[in-house]
């Protein structure tokens, strides 16, 4: 199914996008597709049984040590769970309300944004759909009330009430308070504060981590403590990768330029790498951190896939950030099978499991089911 679903993506990217041709009717169904594919999911996400085990322990910690419940989680989404817990909703059903209400959000800031574009789709469904969609639930719903609610409100300047949204947010998701540096960002940065912007970033990148790491960071190091002692060998490459997402955006040309948002969201993106750079010395807290970058990245392939001019130039630069999505995909089903701890599969033959499924079928592919180990 979710091979299903690239093909789905992949095949209209290449046929509408780069002709700059609307489908709004197809894409729309494309979409519903994912939706289903996610909201009917069982067990699948890195984190689903980590917020099952969550859920289930709701009721007992609010009952007998409240303030233990919030002081090790984010008490916004404690209160989610809490509602549904006293409603009586199960577990499954209160995970596919959330993803819906995700999915939701993200149609609409993929529909009125980047306008149906299906590059746009295409870069959602590589590389937030698996992550952010499917398993970090959590940052995923404030990276969608962000592009589909705040993100208007910073264009309008509606500062008051998008700073009151991005504190809501981080009672869900602590790294939301990231949205608050945002109005801080110029609509206009010159290319030479870019430039300078970039070579700092690059430093940090590659020479800045053992020192970084070393900085104290209060109380927040007790609750990002696990963030910051997991790394891996694949860190080197995620950072090329990294900078090959980035370093054209540089060379845009002029002309491009003179659409504001899209001047905007590159400026974004370097700030969103700068991020990125500084916060290297872990990999999970960095891919987090940049994730929120993301719905920039949408943005900028959405306004090059409408452009009329420039043909062989937008093409080239489109087929460029296609091709980076589909290994990302394949990276990310390939983090899926080993996080998940699959077995009897690969990289090209991920099975999608759903909640119509049996217990059987579950068993036969997972070997962890969290840390309640129950169906």
Not at 126 to 134: E, F, K, P, R, T
Not at 301 to 324: A, D, E, P, T
């Amino acid at each position: 199914m979710y091979y299903l679903a690239l093909v789905g993506t992949l095949f209209p990217s290449l046929l509408f996008s780069l002709k700059s041709i609307k489908a709004d009717r197809l894409f729309a169904f494309v979409f519903l597709f994912l939706g289903a594919l996610a909201v009917f999911r069982y067990g699948q996400g890195q984190d689903y049984f980590n917020y099952r085990d969550l859920y289930d322990s709701v009721d007992y910690y609010w009952s007998n040590q409240p303030l233990l419940l919030l002081l090790q989680n984010d008490p916004g989404y404690v209160l989610f769970n809490l509602i549904a817990i006293i409603l009586g909703v199960p577990y499954t059903v209160f995970m596919a309300i959330f993803t819906a209400i995700i999915l939701a959000l993200f149609y609409f800031f993929l529909s009125r944004t980047c306008r149906c574009s299906f590059v746009s789709l295409f870069l959602f469904y590589g590389v937030i759909y698996m992550i952010y969609v499917l398993s970090v639930v959590r940052q995923g719903f404030c990276m969608a009330v962000f592009y589909a609610v705040l993100y208007p409100m910073l264009k309008k300047k509606k500062l008051k009430q998008y700073v009151i949204g991005a504190i809501l947010l981080s009672t869900i998701h602590l790294s939301s308070l990231l949205f608050l540096l945002f109005p801080f960002v110029k609509f206009q940065m010159s290319n030479r504060k870019i430039l300078f912007l970039f070579l700092v970033s690059i430093v940090a990148l590659f020479i800045g981590p053992a020192f970084l790491s070393k900085i104290p960071i209060g109380v927040i190091q007790e609750r990002l403590g696990h963030y910051l002692s997991e790394s891996s060998d694949n860190l080197i490459l995620a950072k090329v990768v990294r900078c090959l997402i980035i370093i054209p955006l540089f060379f845009l040309p002029s002309k491009l330029l003179n659409d504001k948002e899209l001047y905007y969201c590159r400026t974004m993106m370097f700030c969103g790498f700068f991020i990125y750079s500084f916060t290297s010395f872990s990999e999970l807290t960095c891919s987090r951190l940049w994730g929120f970058f993301l719905g920039f990245e949408c943005i900028i392939l959405s306004r090059l896939s409408h452009l009329k001019s420039l043909k062989s130039y937008r093409r080239g630069l489109l087929l460029y950030y296609m091709v980076i999505t589909l290994v990302l995909w394949f990276k990310d089903i390939n983090a899926a099978i080993v996080q998940g701890e699959y077995r009897y599969c690969s990289m090209f033959s991920y099975p999608y499991i759903s909640v119509l499924d049996s217990e059987d079928v579950l068993n036969h592919y997972r070997t962890n089911l969290g840390f309640s180990d129950k169906f």
